[in-house]
């Protein structure tokens, strides 16, 4: 790898078929991006669906070094989706795969199509548990440490599975 070397983090997240594979298999899909590779890896955890129905969702977050802009990483996890199968018939949809660009180095990015930090890594548990658990001194650009967000969250239940 070469040129810019940026540390991202990427949520993972799947509540369809064999959601723990999927998720796995993902980590590993992660590595093989251009110009990116995976660091460190959260432990796999069980969620329930936050504003949706369905099954438990099985969550894990990456952190990657990457030299893809955070446009190019955007487009190369959309990609990923489609090849686990990902659907999107409507908002909060059950998937087969879901990646989300949570933080691309200490960028704060606004556009049509991507925010970072994601808008809700700071309310969702199945984000700030294992994003704590790869590091547990990380801050969100413009928020602050991570780990003042875990008392908002404490009343969600998550399980840590492998």
């Given at each position: ?19 723990s ?7 590993l ?5 251009p ?9 796999l ?10 099954d438990?969702?099985?969550?894990a ?12 990483l ?7 989706e ?81």
């Open positions: 790898m070469t040129g810019r070397q940026i540390v991202a983090h990427i949520g993972i997240g799947s509540n369809l078929g064999e959601a594979d999927h998720v796995r298999q993902a980590l899909a992660l590595d093989t991006l110009a990116t590779r995976v660091t460190a890896q959260s432990s955890f069980r969620t329930a669906p936050i504003d949706a129905g369905g438990d969702y099985i969550n977050v990456a952190r990657i070094v990457t030299d893809l802009s955070a446009e190019e955007l487009q190369a996890l959309l990609i990923l489609q090849k686990f199968g990902r659907e999107r018939p409507y908002q909060n949809a059950p998937r087969t795969l879901d990646l989300d660009l949570l933080l691309y180095g200490d960028q704060r990015i606004a556009t049509p199509t991507l925010t970072v930090p994601h808008p809700r890594m700071t309310s969702r548990a199945f984000v700030l548990i294992p994003l704590l658990q790869i590091d547990p001194f990380i801050h969100i650009p413009g928020q602050g440490a991570a780990h003042h967000f875990v008392p908002g969250v404490a009343m969600q239940a998550i399980q840590k599975i492998s």
